[in-house]
């Protein structure tokens, strides 16, 4: 997905919640954080490249 | 001429060791200098004078009696989003002005079970979100005290406190303790419990100790850490073990080229300087860069937290909206709409990221590289984080150690990033450099 095609969901998400104001008020912030979640959508993951603890603290411990 | 709030906390201990300092002397000048200079500076929320007072006749007793903990007498400022037991735990918002469940945090147990005595409450952004908290920089009014643990950090630099815990999701140690040019110190994650703080982010959130050198953070890190039921992250960790003494033993770090190239030329420079000393004292220095880039550190960070800060929100602010601070409030919003699908992508790409780093870490003891990537801005804002926020990604140990001041007379942080789990290395390290550069002078605006 491009920065565009998220920013635009993002909207349409809080459009529903927030009105149209508080949205228009959002806007930058929602550019920005956009850019950043298409980064996240953009980079590979492949299924042989899962970690199945991928939530938990760092792998080591006493 | 030195006086009683100058001293570490170590220097303290081991004062009312040899029976040359009364705990209840210390805390009369420590409360004389609160006194003094917060009307200007503002970094407490509540000091409990009283509460502080029982606790000082109660170690001068332990000491008398031969009874005293490993950290007995010795002051300490808590951040407001974590409990404590005498006192209210607003973090900064003030529906929850009065809030107290009644019992400390593990990490204030922890403390208190050791002898150190809860100086008060210090301040912190609302719910350690960006929005700047009221406090002031004691080394010039007009810029950042940073956050979110502005008022730890600042009660520490201005001799209000010799030791304050503060808490990080992004930077919220690293870089306000870099700015004030004190030592703070964030163990791996999983070594402190969370029981008993206000959370923002689990998958971020730590708890970290800031004092004026290695040995006193070291000290008080060590101290909360440890195995703890109620926050299921620490279960299979114990606590690390300081280091049994000093390490003369040079480091080898990678000096990571990435931080050195969106620092600003002062701090960029102020931290050469300072690694080419450490080169020329033994320490074995190469030149690195991150194996992904630095803008996917920050994405996965913004993914994660705004969706979990927003969870955690959910119920407070559907009854509170219009307590919120801005910044935090717009951060609210936006991660209460983001997909599931791009968050639970942003942790498993976390996780493939920190593998990433553990292979380019294996065959040094660290990371060296900017605290922060300029010195304290202005008050509008708390600084960027990008220094800090890929350690907090990993859940790696970290280390700020002052480096000197830069062209405008403010202070300026080299971070050591450590193995995780590998706190022991890595305070020897702190210790090895902290010897090596300038002792740091203390603040005087205001």
């Given amino acids: 997905m491009s920065p565009e095609d998220v920013a635009a969901e993002l909207r349409r998400a809080l459009l529903a919640g927030l009105g149209e104001e508080r949205v228009a008020e959002l806007a930058s912030e929602i550019d920005a954080t956009a850019e950043q979640l298409a980064m996240v959508l953009g980079e590979p993951v492949a299924l042989d490249d899962e970690d199945p603890d991928f939530m938990g603290p760092p792998a080591r411990g006493a | ?446």
């Avoid at chain 2, 150190?116 to 005290?145: C, M, Y």
């Fill in chain 2, 1 to 446: 001429m030195t006086g009683l709030p100058d001293l570490t906390a170590t220097e303290a201990l081991d004062r009312m060791r040899s029976d040359v300092l009364s705990p209840v002397d210390y805390l009369d000048a420590l409360l004389a200098r609160i006194d003094d200079r917060e009307p200007t500076i503002r970094a407490w929320v509540r000091v409990d004078k009283d509460g502080a007072r029982d606790a000082a006749r109660s170690a001068e007793r332990a000491y008398a009696d031969e009874s005293a903990g490993p950290l007995c007498g010795i002051p300490v400022g808590v951040k407001d989003l974590i409990l404590t037991e005498r006192l209210p735990t607003a973090g900064g918002f003030a529906p929850l002005r009065t809030f107290n469940p009644g019992h400390d945090a593990t990490c204030v147990a922890r403390l208190r079970a050791a002898g150190a005595i809860i100086l008060g409450k210090v301040e912190t952004t609302q719910f350690a979100g960006r929005d700047p908290s009221r406090t002031h920089n004691p080394w010039n009014l007009e810029r950042t005290a940073s956050g979110s643990s502005s008022g730890s950090a600042v009660a520490v630099a201005d001799r209000m406190a010799p030791i304050a815990l503060g808490t990080q999701t992004g930077g919220s140690v690293i870089r306000p303790a870099a700015y004030m040019g004190i030592v703070g110190f964030t163990p791996t994650f999983g070594r402190v419990s969370r029981h008993g703080l206000l959370p923002r982010s689990h998958s971020f959130d730590m708890i970290g100790a800031m004092g004026r050198s290695v040995a006193d953070a070291a000290l008080f890190g060590a101290a909360v850490s440890g195995p703890d039921p109620r926050d299921r992250a620490t279960a299979s960790l114990g606590a690390f073990e300081l280091p049994a003494g000093t390490a003369d033993h040079p480091p080898r770090l990678l000096l990571l080229e990435d931080f050195l190239e969106i620092s600003s030329r002062d701090v960029a420079s102020r931290v050469s300087d300072a690694v080419d000393r450490l080169a020329r004292a033994g320490a074995g220095i190469r030149r690195a860069r991150l194996p992904v880039p630095l803008e996917l550190f920050l994405s996965l960070h913004t993914a994660i937290l705004i969706v979990e800060a927003a969870a955690t929100q959910a119920d407070n602010m559907a009854r509170h909206r219009a307590h919120y601070a801005p910044g935090l409030l717009a951060q609210l919003d936006i991660g209460s709409a983001v997909p599931a699908t791009a968050y639970v992508r942003a942790q498993r790409l976390r996780r493939r990221v920190r593998h990433r780093l553990e292979a380019m870490i294996e065959g040094v003891d660290g990371f060296v590289l900017p605290s922060a990537s300029e010195v304290a801005p202005d008050r509008s804002t708390i600084g960027p984080r990008l220094c800090q926020t890929p350690w907090t990604v990993l859940g790696w140990p970290c280390f700020t150690v002052p480096a000197g001041l830069g062209d405008e007379g403010l202070p300026v942080g080299l971070q050591l990033v450590g193995r995780p789990f590998d706190e022991t290395r890595l305070i020897e390290i702190a210790d090895w450099v902290e010897r090596r550069l300038d002792p740091m002078p203390a603040p005087a605006a205001g």
